[in-house]
């Protein structure tokens, strides 16, 4: 496989690509992108189905984590990989590591298998997340790329719209072969039907995508380039970010206490990891992540926006659904159509915000706007409480579904403004790495925020008598899942009164108590949210206003910060 490219700094050329080549490399790398974010949330509705038939339910989150921990640790390396070495090699690479997963996946038949499959796909994932925008980069030229990020923003927002439908449907209505494929079996159609897709993605990418591109940057050839990749930098990088992944999973998850030794220790080891990467990466010849890009005020704010925001999404997008159904009594399929249209107004917002950045050519003003509409969506949010009709919520979600969506392709678009044409991979890599592990803190933080007060509150509202209930019945009649899933309050009614038949009416009382402390736990939950949307706007109105689409002036001024940043460290 060839990895052959141009030398640094070669003048940005026509990629060449017209007519059907370009129509074929551009939807190949839309369904890359597509399948590759359209797979969390697929497996995510398919999941309990998954457990059920591979029985692993103690190591049900485990499934999730293995992949994003691969995904998330591959970003970074991957992108200055192929800064060194081109991209189109690990694109395709990517591809098949994913295609792989995916039919191992599905043909899983324990769960050891199935997260060690889980694992390789979301290396795959990662490759292709890494890449993708960093190619679309590399085939147009700035103004054109206005256009085209913004739809793949548009795509990257409505996978995680259609990807719980289509992974219900596929777990619930896969093909029925005879006595071949049995109900037990069909979510096993959720990770097969990323086969033909991406196979289609991959001859289109073998056949069309340039390999003379301007994807390789440095004079650099042979083994003389082979000894310049950064093996130290990489191994600190990924263990740091897998130790931080783990400790954040075993917080949130509550499978140790945050004080635990177990998760003190962790989190520990990927304090002084960093810290050591940080150390190699000053003196490496080729850094994984080069510190110096982080003097671009640009660059900068977009990594730390981007960690904001996934940490408030996910953080709302995890905890809406159960304040619905907990708090509001809604089912879950009213909880869902909330989260539809929060998704669509996102899908909206992104493009808006692509057509004005076509218009205006700049992006300051858009940022604030959508960064103030989401503030405004998320205090709202906050607000709600056992009074709040549904229809309300929905309109709070699609207003923060509106400031949300312009930033999908935007701060992609921003860092690899404020970076040299020879950094655009890591520059790239760098802006997801953050934006993914934001998803993860954000889980962590509002999490633990949630249990916290949800343990708090419990405490002064619980009646006296509760606490005369055995302590494991004491602990299933306090888990929020009995305000959310009928099997699981059935299953706590019975343990409640087999413990005192007489205790229906305290029962109810602890039920109550539960409902209150769930409302205001998740109410804290919210606030945090609140913080992190406040913090955004706050990074929006420090962002440098430049045209983008004077390419030549961004990329001499991109090379000024470089070499000022490289003098600098020097001295």
């Known amino acids: 496989m060839s990895f052959e490219g141009e030398t640094k700094n070669a003048p940005m050329a026509d990629s060449g690509l017209r007519g059907f080549a370009l129509f074929s490399v551009l939807g190949s790398l839309l369904l890359t992108?597509?399948?590759?974010?359209?797979?969390?949330?697929?497996?995510?509705?398919a999941l309990p189905r998954i457990i059920?038939?591979?029985?692993?339910?103690?190591?049900?989150?485990?499934?999730?984590?293995?992949?994003?921990?691969?995904?998330?640790?591959?970003?970074?390396?991957?992108?200055?990989?192929?800064?060194?070495?081109g991209r189109k090699g690990f694109l395709l690479v990517g591809t098949v590591l994913f295609l792989i997963g995916s039919v191992l996946s599905g043909a899983a038949q324990d769960m050891d298998q199935f997260i060690?499959?889980?694992?390789?796909?979301?290396?795959?994932?990662?490759?292709?997340?890494?890449?993708?925008?960093?190619?679309?980069?590399?085939?147009?030229?700035?103004?054109?790329?206005?256009?085209?990020?913004?739809?793949?923003?548009?795509?990257?927002?409505?996978?995680?719209?259609?990807?719980?439908?289509?992974?219900?449907?596929?777990?619930?209505?896969?093909?029925?072969?005879?006595?071949?494929?049995?109900?037990?079996?069909?979510?096993?159609?959720v990770f097969?039907?990323?086969?033909?897709?991406?196979?289609?993605?991959?001859?289109?990418?073998?056949?069309?995508?340039?390999t003379n591109r301007q994807t390789f940057h440095t004079q650099y050839r042979g083994w003389a380039?082979?000894?310049?990749?950064?093996?130290?930098?990489?191994?600190?990088?990924?263990?740091?970010t897998v130790c931080l992944l783990l400790g954040l999973t075993w917080g949130s998850n509550q499978d140790f206490a945050w004080d635990s030794v177990q998760v003190l220790s962790i989190l520990g080891a990927a304090a002084v990891l960093f810290i050591l990467f940080v150390v190699v990466e000053r003196f490496a010849l080729e850094p994984i992540i080069p510190f110096e890009l982080f003097r671009n005020r640009n660059f900068t704010l977009s990594a730390v926006i981007s960690l904001l925001q996934f940490m408030a999404l996910v953080g709302l997008i995890i905890y809406m659904p159960l304040y619905l159904q907990g708090i509001l009594g809604e089912s879950a399929t009213s909880s869902g159509?909330?989260?539809?249209?929060?998704?669509?107004?996102?899908?909206?917002?992104?493009?808006?915000?692509?057509?004005?950045?076509?218009?205006?050519?700049?992006?300051?003003?858009?940022?604030?706007?959508?960064?103030?509409?989401?503030?405004?969506?998320?205090?709202?949010?906050?607000?709600?409480?056992?009074?709040?009709?549904?229809?309300?919520?929905?309109?709070?979600?699609?207003?923060?579904?509106?400031?949300?969506?312009?930033?999908?392709?935007?701060l992609t678009l921003i860092a690899q403004n404020a970076?040299?044409?020879?950094?655009?991979?890591?520059?790239?890599?760098?802006?997801?790495?953050?934006?993914?592990?934001?998803?993860?803190?954000?889980?962590?933080?509002?999490?633990?925020?949630?249990?916290?007060?949800?343990?708090?509150?419990?405490?002064?509202?619980?009646?006296?008598?509760?606490?005369?209930?055995?302590?494991?019945?004491?602990?299933?009649?306090t888990n929020p899942q009995a305000l959310v899933n009928p099997t699981y309050h059935a299953t706590v009614v019975q343990a409640v009164t087999g413990a005192n038949p007489q205790a229906q009416g305290l029962l109810d009382q602890i039920f109550s108590a539960l409902k209150m402390a769930f409302e205001t736990a998740i109410q804290q939950g919210f606030l945090a949210v609140l913080v992190m949307s406040v913090l955004v706007v706050i990074g929006t109105l420090f962002f440098k206003d430049v045209s983008l689409v004077d390419e030549a002036s961004l990329e001499a001024e991109a090379e000024i910060e470089e070499e000022k940043s490289v003098t600098v460290s020097a001295v």
Request: hydrophobic share 50%; net charge positive.
């Open 33 to 45: 992108l597509l399948l590759e974010a359209l797979d969390q949330t697929i497996v995510s509705t």
């Open 52 to 85: 059920s038939t591979l029985q692993g339910f103690d190591r049900y989150t485990w499934s999730v984590t293995a992949y994003s921990l691969a995904s998330i640790t591959a970003i970074p390396i991957v992108g200055k990989l192929s800064d060194q070495f």
């Open 116 to 189: 060690a499959f889980r694992a390789l796909q979301g290396l795959g994932a990662g490759v292709g997340i890494a890449l993708v925008f960093s190619v679309i980069a590399d085939i147009f030229t700035l103004k054109e790329r206005l256009k085209w990020q913004s739809l793949f923003g548009v795509v990257y927002g409505f996978s995680n719209l259609v990807g719980p439908t289509i992974g219900g449907l596929l777990t619930d209505h896969g093909p029925v072969l005879g006595d071949i494929v049995t109900d037990s079996t069909r979510w096993r159609w």
């Open 192 to 210: 097969y039907i990323n086969l033909p897709v991406g196979l289609l993605a991959l001859v289109g990418l073998v056949l069309y995508l340039p």
């Open 225 to 240: 380039a082979f000894r310049r990749i950064d093996f130290v930098g990489a191994i600190l990088i990924a263990a740091a």
């Open 337 to 410: 159509e909330v989260i539809t249209p929060f998704t669509l107004s996102s899908v909206v917002g992104a493009m808006v915000g692509g057509i004005l950045m076509t218009k205006i050519k700049k992006f300051k003003g858009i940022t604030i706007v959508g960064a103030v509409t989401m503030l405004i969506g998320v205090f709202l949010l906050s607000r709600m409480d056992s009074n709040t009709s549904l229809w309300v919520a929905i309109i709070f979600m699609i207003i923060t579904g509106l400031g949300v969506g312009p930033f999908f392709s935007i």
């Open 419 to 477: 970076v040299p044409r020879s950094k655009l991979g890591v520059g790239t890599g760098s802006a997801r790495f953050f934006g993914q592990l934001g998803g993860v803190l954000g889980v962590a933080v509002v999490g633990t925020v949630v249990n916290n007060t949800l343990s708090s509150e419990l405490g002064n509202r619980l009646p006296t008598a509760a606490h005369q209930l055995p302590p494991q019945v004491l602990d299933l009649a």
